[in-house]
């Protein structure tokens, strides 16, 4: 099949044919048809699947089909987590609508609003939007959702993991009642589904993949290795492998800062990404780490999801998550769009529930082994879990909740935070670093 056969205009086929894309992946086949028939959509399709196009292509062909209106209004609003992956959907808007007249942009918290209001009174399309800033300037009257006539969820099971349902709640209320819904999620879960009955109205529901599943090409390993050399095996990968661009993930702030301050002590260029860091430091990060001026990315759950790194050939869990459905999305960094990679878990006896949790949920066995030197210690036992009432130890504080990044400093201003109403939100039941 090619894109030309879903029907796509003859604008939207040049700008595919400049990207180098000539055949369209299967949540593409599925979702573009039901788009361009202006039907609402229910979309569960595994990362790196190509979905982003599968909303974006024929959002742009139903919005060029009018002229543009004079003055510009909102016609279509596209609704992310987090900051990353706004200006991946902002990027993949631009180059699609190359040959259009549409026009675009993307605002969410972390930086100046000053320049995001300006472009608004200019006029826009599609915004892309985090929903913190969205509601904050709409607060502001810098910009009116009365218009819409196309809305789109993406990532929708982690903006509820992320605590943005109150959030999603007012934007709905925003937006006319009569309108095209488009609901993309990695899940499907009783969560989602129920989201969806609120929003959608007869959807069409369509899987590219089974709930939780990884991509076929992708390698997976489990080393077993004690938590206090795992810094050194990880140096010895990187090293005798000539590793040249690698995502680590770790469960906390500091155990990122840490770590990639390690690996630059060991002549390891390495850069650390996570909530506490400004947008401009998470932006030239990840500028570093795409142009292989930084080999090594070591990153929070926050860049789990939204991270778009072209032939990404290996991730490591340097920690695995506490969230089984987390592992899928982390090592879902690699083995996109039909290319091969690499997922390696360093794993210690603390994190053997984990590694059942896993298991349980991919529903098969990830065989491990360990590396000579690097020997886990048999005898090791895990120190046990603190009672409750007792006084903690010093921990490194966590991530922050309701958020797609910032300090806490940052949230009581809404000005600077991806989510305008994290202090109403119920504590999420999981923790979240």
Avoid: C
Avoid at 28 to 49: F, H, M, N, R, Y
Avoid at 235 to 240: D, P
Avoid at 279 to 307: E, H, P, S, Y
């Amino acid at each position: 099949m090619s894109f030309k056969s879903l029907g796509l205009s003859d604008a939207l086929l040049r700008a595919i044919s400049k990207k180098g894309y000539t055949t369209p992946s299967i949540i593409q086949e599925k979702a573009i048809p039901l788009v361009l028939q202006g039907k609402d959509v229910l979309a569960s399709a595994q990362t790196g699947t190509g979905k982003t196009a599968g909303f974006t292509l024929p959002m742009l062909q139903l919005l060029s089909q009018e002229p543009p209106l004079r003055r510009r209004p909102i016609r279509a609003l596209i609704l992310t987590p987090t900051r990353e992956l706004a200006a991946q959907i902002y990027a993949n808007v631009q180059e699609y609508g190359t040959f259009l007249d549409i026009r675009s942009t993307v605002i969410f918290g972390g930086v100046n609003a000053r320049p995001q209001i300006a472009t608004l009174r200019n006029g826009v399309d599609i915004l892309v939007a985090t929903p913190g800033r969205l509601l904050d300037l709409q607060n502001q009257g810098a910009l009116s959702l009365s218009k819409v006539e196309i809305l789109v969820l993406d990532e929708a099971d982690r903006m509820l993991d992320m605590g943005f349902l109150r959030d999603i709640k007012r934007v709905i209320a925003l937006v006319p009642k009569r309108r095209q819904n488009l609901l993309f999620s990695a899940t499907f879960s009783k969560d989602i589904r129920k989201l969806a009955q609120s929003i959608l109205h007869n959807p069409v529901s369509v899987e590219a993949t089974p709930e939780n599943t990884t991509a076929e090409k992708v390698i997976q390993k489990v080393y077993r290795v004690d938590k206090p050399q795992k810094s050194e095996l990880l140096i010895k990968l990187i090293s005798e492998g000539n590793w040249s661009q690698v995502l680590v993930f770790t469960r906390t702030k500091h155990g990122a800062n840490r770590l990639s301050k390690k690996l630059v002590s060991s002549n390891i260029s390495s850069a650390a990404i996570h909530g506490n860091k400004t947008q401009n430091a998470r932006t030239k990060a990840l500028d570093g780490f795409k142009k292989g001026n930084i080999r090594i990315l070591v990153a929070t759950d926050i860049a789990a999801r939204g991270l778009d790194i072209p032939l990404l050939p290996h991730v490591v869990n340097y920690e695995l998550p506490n969230v089984p459905e987390d592992y899928v999305h982390r090592i879902g960094r690699t083995g996109r769009a039909g290319a091969s990679g690499e997922a390696i878990s360093l794993v210690s006896a603390e994190e053997y529930e984990y590694v059942r949790g896993i298991e349980k949920l991919l529903g098969e066995k990830l065989v491990s082994e360990e590396i000579e030197g690097f020997e886990a210690d048999p005898n090791y036992t895990p120190p046990e879990p603190e009672k409750r009432g007792q006084r903690p130890s010093r921990k490194p504080k966590q991530e922050s909740k309701g958020t797609s990044g910032g300090s806490q400093r940052n949230r009581k201003s809404n000005s600077n935070s991806d989510s305008s109403s994290a202090k109403k939100k119920k504590p999420n039941s999981r923790r979240r670093y």
